[in-house]
């Protein structure tokens, strides 16, 4: 476990941005690093270093490499930190941010977009408004006499999946077999059509839900104690579970609306943060943040090189995710560690 505060923030901001730059200079086009330096250098202040720069430095850096490269930093920061935070509300580190059934509901949305109606911007509305309709499903489902039992919220949350998973195949049933290929690859998930746009209109809703969720770190910590404890130390305990579940799925809802579901690092990276820096939410959640972005850039790295030809980095996650989450299921026994 590391022992420091500073250290441990620190130590994971210099490994983002190491892993930004790094991921900036890797692609079939190849640039100079001092020179890439100076040319981001001036962008950020201009006049910085004066000079001529390529044309393809515009295009592949700030058009195609830039957008990219921060929009897997957003999506991993989003779906780590609200992975972590449901971990912590439900006691169980074998949670993730799909479990109320976000990542169907976004996926059936997104599956009626691409078969109905025109234009990307559609489907990360439509995608963003059925996640969040499906997690305020499982939520309704689980709320009983003015209470919402762990149990039951996760239970509601198979329900809702099993549902829209139902409605997926049904629209993949009735639509074109060219608009199934677009449906199968979206649920793969990907970064390969990242734009500027997308960081605009996700990016601000992602920060301001993991910013708050940061602040709310304390009240997580009290909450993880169980309902009892909470209530005795004088905290609304439903209030204060209805807003964690309101930011986490929030969070989590635009990285999918933008990203398509990208699986697992809402399990795997909270948890080992969590076995470097300890339980404490004040701490766990930011740094969940960093490793999540740093975590799904070295992902998206690998779909884009690791053949000659791109895959989708949800492909990449589940690789990886899948023995992992089979090591905890085998140590923690479905049970909190």
Same mark, same amino acid.
């Given at each position: 476990m590391f022992k420091s505060k500073?250290?441990?923030?620190?130590?994971?901001?210099?490994?983002?941005?190491?892993?930004?730059?790094?991921?900036?200079?890797?692609?079939?086009?190849?640039?100079?690093?001092?020179?890439?330096?100076?040319? #981001?250098?001036?962008?950020?202040?201009?006049?910085?270093?004066?000079?001529n720069w390529p044309d393809s430095y515009e295009t592949v850096i700030l058009n195609i490499r830039l957008p990219r490269v921060l929009l897997a930093m957003l999506v991993g920061a989003a779906l780590s930190t609200a992975g972590a935070s449901f971990q912590g509300l439900f006691k169980n580190p074998l949670v993730e941010?799909?479990?109320?059934?976000?990542?169907?509901?976004?996926?059936?949305?997104?599956? #009626?977009?691409?078969?109905?109606?025109?234009?990307?911007?559609?489907?990360?509305l439509v995608a963003f408004t059925f996640g969040l309709l499906a997690a305020f499903l499982a939520y309704s489902l689980?709320?009983?006499?003015?209470?919402?039992?762990?149990v039951s919220l996760v239970l509601a949350g198979v329900i809702v999946s099993a549902l829209f998973s139902a409605l997926i195949s049904l629209v993949q049933y009735v639509v074109d077999p060219l608009k199934v290929q677009g449906i199968v690859f979206w649920l793969m998930g990907g970064l390969n059509l990242a734009t500027w746009k997308d960081?605009?209109?996700?990016?601000?809703?992602?920060m301001f839900s993991i910013l708050l969720l940061i602040l709310l770190g304390w009240r997580l910590n009290i909450l993880s104690l169980g309902d009892a404890e909470a209530k005795s130390l004088g905290l609304d305990v439903e209030k204060n579970k209805g807003l964690i579940?309101?930011?986490?799925?929030?969070?989590?809802?635009?990285?999918?609306?933008?990203?398509?579901v990208i699986g697992w690092i809402g399990?795997?990276?909270?948890?080992?943060?969590?076995?470097?820096?300890?339980?404490?939410?004040t701490q766990l959640l930011?740094?969940?943040?960093?490793?999540?972005?740093?975590?799904?850039? #070295?992902?998206?790295?690998?779909a884009r090189t690791i053949f000659t030809y791109e895959i989708p980095v949800g492909v990449i996650t589940t690789l990886l995710g899948a023995p992992f989450f089979a090591y905890l299921l085998k140590k923690a026994k479905g049970g909190w560690m």
């Open positions: 500073i250290f441990n923030f620190v130590f994971f901001s210099l490994l983002l941005v190491i892993v930004f730059f790094f991921s900036l200079f890797l692609g079939t086009y190849d640039f100079q690093p001092l020179l890439l330096a100076k040319f #981001l250098c001036n962008k950020i202040i201009p006049g910085a270093f004066p000079g941010p799909y479990t109320l059934g976000l990542s169907t509901g976004a996926g059936f949305g997104a599956a #009626l977009a691409l078969a109905f109606l025109p234009g990307k911007l559609s489907v990360s689980a709320r009983q006499k003015g209470e919402t039992p762990v960081i605009q209109t996700a990016g601000p809703f992602i579940v309101v930011l986490a799925t929030l969070a989590a809802s635009c990285a999918v609306a933008v990203s398509g399990l795997m990276v909270p948890h080992i943060v969590r076995m470097l820096v300890g339980p404490d939410h930011p740094l969940s943040a960093l490793a999540g972005a740093a975590f799904l850039l #070295l992902a998206d790295d690998m």
